[in-house]
């Protein structure tokens, strides 16, 4: 069965101290890997998607990697304006267009 | 340009209420799509549309009813819902597969 887990559930950083969240998976013909960072009480905002291992893709102070098992989302340095649930989603093979989702991370910065 | 269009943002409705949720795309996206995310939750894949015809059903019971009259407008049909069914209403589209998928700001629903 495709999978998709995000670790931690929730984080809690200080303004600056980088860190990073997890999103492995289980899929049978990975498509693509997409992250996306959703506000409370907002549709999900596009991020990143990634495709095949090894790929990595940089937006300001986000970065996305991409392993045949997991991927990582890096925030570098991170702002309070940060703080939000990152959500990562995969689409199989098998499954058409539709995504998998993760149950998310959600990402508190304090200053 | 990669906007999604829902309308409208906010709905209250009773139960034995009549409404729709709307989504508009100008991407000439072929694959359109409609969630559900509960509070805390992950958004839940409800429908698929693939070239205007349903592709995907998720078991979803028949008074959420979905319409697509043209390849750039989703609607979903509310009908007889219930309390549970309060959620935010999200609607995504796509080019094709592995491309990115966009989604709208989302229909707040609340069932009294």
């Known amino acids: 069965e495709d999978q998709v887990t995000q670790s931690p559930e929730a984080l809690r950083l200080q303004e600056g101290e980088s860190s990073s969240l997890n999103c492995s998976y289980t899929?049978?013909?990975?498509?693509?890997l997409f992250w996306y960072r959703q506000d409370p009480g907002k549709g999900p905002e596009f991020l990143f998607t990634?495709?095949?291992a090894g790929e990595e893709k940089e937006k300001e102070r986000l970065k996305a990697t991409l392993t045949k098992k997991e991927s990582f989302l890096h925030i570098t340095a991170p702002k309070p304006e940060d703080s939000a649930t990152y959500l990562c989603?995969?689409?199989?093979?098998?499954?058409?267009?539709?995504?998998?989702f993760g149950k998310g991370t959600t990402l508190s910065v304090s200053s | 340009d990669t906007e999604v269009t829902q309308t409208p943002k906010h709905l209250v409705m009773g139960m034995t209420n009549k409404k729709s949720l709307k989504c508009e795309q100008h991407?000439?996206?072929?694959?359109m799509y409609w969630y559900k995310q509960k509070a805390k939750k992950p958004p839940e894949l409800m429908f698929v549309?693939?070239?205007?015809?349903?592709?995907i059903n998720e078991s979803v019971p028949s008074r959420f009813s979905p319409e697509c009259p043209n390849s750039s407008l989703l609607n979903l049909h509310l009908h007889a819902l219930q309390p549970e069914d309060s959620a935010l209403y999200l609607c995504?589209?796509?080019?094709?597969?592995?491309?990115?998928?966009?989604f709208g700001e989302g229909s707040w629903l609340t069932v009294v």
């Open positions: 549309y693939s070239y205007e015809k349903l592709s």
């Open positions: 989603a995969v689409q199989a093979a098998q499954a058409g267009t539709a995504l998998i």
């Open positions: 899929v049978s013909g990975l498509r693509g």
């Open positions: 991407m000439g996206h072929r694959a």
């Open positions: 995504a589209s796509t080019p094709g597969e592995g491309n990115t998928i966009y």
């Open positions: 990634l495709y095949s």
